[in-house]
Structures are given as C-alpha cells and as structure tokens.
C-alpha cells in the first residue's frame, strides 16, 4: 500500500501538516495490526512481544496527534471545525494533479 506522500508529485503540496497526517494514519494501521496478531497467537512470549510493540505504536500515536492538535493540523475536540479542515483538504486534493500511471 503506497503512502500519500508516494502519490504527491508536486514537492510544494508536501508539508508538516501531510507528513504529519501520514504519520498518524501509519501508527494507527499499526496498533490495528498489533491487536489483530495479539488475538492471532498463542504463544506467551509473542503475545508479551507484540504487547509491548502496539504500546509503543500507541505512544507514537499519542505523540503525533498531540503535536497535531498543538499546530491546528488536528481539531480533535471541535468536530465542526475539523470537518471544516477536511474539507478544504479534499479540496486541495482535487486540485493534485493526477497519477498517468
């Protein structure tokens, strides 16, 4: 699965806040995953293991959203606002030029 920073062409639409937004999307795929396997095995060791790993993608989710909502890339206690946002960011992503793959 490619990134958005993979899809984005165009070095000026590439800032904190897109870097920022795929970090955040990749912590959170990963504690999904985490807890998946965690279900998914049997063994205690791997279990303690893949524990200690989703705690870590947990912090960095924490860490990432904070430094979101610090810069106003993220209003995760204002919905109306953070709908706002997301739709000027769907509008400047109908602006990207298209992959010709």
Not at 51 to 64: F, L
Request: no cysteine; charged share 35%.
């Amino acid at each position: 699965m490619s990134s958005i920073l993979d899809k984005i062409n165009n070095k000026e639409l590439i800032n904190d806040e897109v870097i920022a937004t795929d970090l955040l999307v990749s912590a959170k795929a990963a504690v999904r995953s985490y807890a998946v396997a965690i279900t998914e095995t049997a063994s205690p060791e791997i279990h303690k293991t893949l524990k200690k790993q989703m705690e870590e993608a947990i912090d960095a989710h924490h860490k990432i959203a904070t430094y979101m909502i610090e810069k106003e890339m993220y209003h995760a206690y204002d919905i109306k606002e953070q709908i706002d946002h997301d739709l000027k960011k769907a509008d400047l992503a109908l602006e990207m030029p298209e992959d010709n793959k």
